[in-house]
């Protein structure tokens, strides 16, 4: 990690951060965000929970989670994304700082009784260059953890899954709960997460599941919508299997009325099934390809 000297330099390793979990899965996509993943915990130097000190710029640190203690278990001045509610948290704040960044960085209010656990996974293994294997058991152990009531251990969990790739998340079909999965995709409170949801519940789904994943694409087609696109398809082929690959080929890659974006999310879908194991998907999507090299060279 660069030695960061100024705060758009932080910002800038704040965003090199989330770059570095492996986002394998581009299915995804729509469900990265900057916030806080186990990886932010291993890749900091220093990691802490404070409370905020009312009317003064301070921290009085509670908890240690990675690195030293700050002289008088105080951290003086304004923290990053420290805004009036982060101030006012009844729960310590977690606070990630690097050597050299010029302020700590605040990634939001969680219960001091999470302490161990965060120190846990913070010495855990970074998730670039894990096998398959290692990265079945990484998603097995914060499988049980999504939709935690605690919102930070939720929201690490959550982030550790959109950083996985597909294959594994396939591996979880056993231990994977439908009916769960289709509650919180029934949750407004939760629209960010879909995409993942969405990939689960074609693993772990029905015939009934696969209609509805159907229905949704439709209402999507006639507006042109692309939200979640690529995890609507990517699921529904999950569940129609080879059977399904002619059908988005027709809906999407043969038929003239489709938008670029919404050809580009069937493509991104085809490509990850494709190299995942479906030798349907890589034929669909190298027939696209050649036709579209044909279209070009005879332009």
């Not at 606070?95 to 302020?103: F, G, S």
């Not at 699921?235 to 002619?246: F, I, P, S």
Request: aromatic share 8%; with cysteine; charged share 25%.
């Amino acid at each position: 990690m660069p030695r960061i000297r100024s705060l758009p330099q932080a910002l800038a390793a704040l965003t090199c951060f989330v770059s570095v979990r492996a986002m394998a899965c581009p299915m995804c996509a729509e469900a990265q965000q900057m916030t806080i993943s186990a990886q932010e915990l291993i890749y900091a130097e220093h990691s802490v929970l404070a409370m905020p000190i009312a009317d003064r710029s301070e921290f009085h640190v509670v908890a240690i989670i990675k690195g030293d203690a700050p002289p008088g278990n105080t951290i003086t001045g304004k923290a990053f994304r420290a805004d009036a509610a982060a101030m006012q948290s009844k729960k310590p704040l977690l606070l990630v700082r690097d050597h050299d960044w010029p302020t700590w960085v605040n990634f939001g209010p969680v219960s001091v009784e999470q302490a161990d656990w965060l120190r846990y996974l913070s010495t855990t293994k970074r998730t670039i260059g894990m096998t398959d294997g290692e990265w079945h058991n990484h998603v097995a152990y914060f499988l049980p953890y999504l939709e935690n009531s605690e919102p930070m251990v939720a929201e690490i969990a959550f982030n550790e899954f959109v950083d996985a790739p597909y294959g594994v998340l396939r591996s979880l079909n056993p231990r994977l709960d439908a009916a769960t999965i289709r509650e919180w995709l029934n949750d407004p409170k939760l629209v960010k997460r879909q995409p993942v949801y969405l990939l689960l519940l074609g693993i772990a789904g029905t015939h009934q599941d696969a209609l509805w994943l159907e229905q949704r694409m439709e209402a999507a087609r006639k507006t042109h919508d692309t939200t979640n696109l690529s995890a609507l398809i990517g699921a529904d082929l999950e569940l129609r299997g080879a059977g399904g690959v002619e059908r988005i080929e027709k809906l999407y890659l043969s038929d003239p009325t489709r938008r670029k974006p919404e050809i580009e999310a069937a493509v991104v879908a085809l490509k990850v099934h494709g190299e995942t194991d479906s030798g349907a998907a890589r034929d669909a999507l190298n027939r696209y390809l050649a036709g579209q090299a044909k279209s070009v060279s005879i332009k």
